[in-house]
């Protein structure tokens, strides 16, 4: 078993994402029909919730609008990795239920 890459402590959290941190209104600005041409945008309000995970190593938002009359339910995951000092973000949603969106 190899070992574990090491990490400086000072870089084993990011503050990258911080100022996403409480509840929000939002003003969404959607195309609709994206990929194929479109040109109709919507736009909608809607709330988005975040808060920290993991002592500073992520952190997942809330987000809820209602979009040409349907609710739409979403969540965004956020993992920042001490060694590559990168964020991977996954979204998940009402829209198309089951799925994890890659990063």
């Known amino acids: 078993m190899s070992a574990l890459p090491q990490v400086n402590p000072d870089s084993f959290v990011s503050h990258d994402f911080d100022f996403l941190f409480g509840s929000w209104k939002s003003h969404n600005h959607f195309l609709n029909g994206r990929l194929r041409g479109s040109d109709n ?31 739409v339910l979403g969540t965004t995951l956020r993992l920042f990795n001490p060694v590559t000092q990168e964020w991977s973000l996954y979204w998940a949603d009402n829209v198309r239920a089951g799925i994890l969106q890659p990063p």
Request: charged letters at 25%; proline letters at 3%; aromatic letters at 10%.
């Open 41 to 71: 945008w919507i736009d909608f309000d809607g709330t988005l919730e975040v808060e920290p995970l993991l002592n500073g190593l992520g952190n997942i938002d809330r987000y809820a609008a209602v979009r040409n009359g349907q609710t």
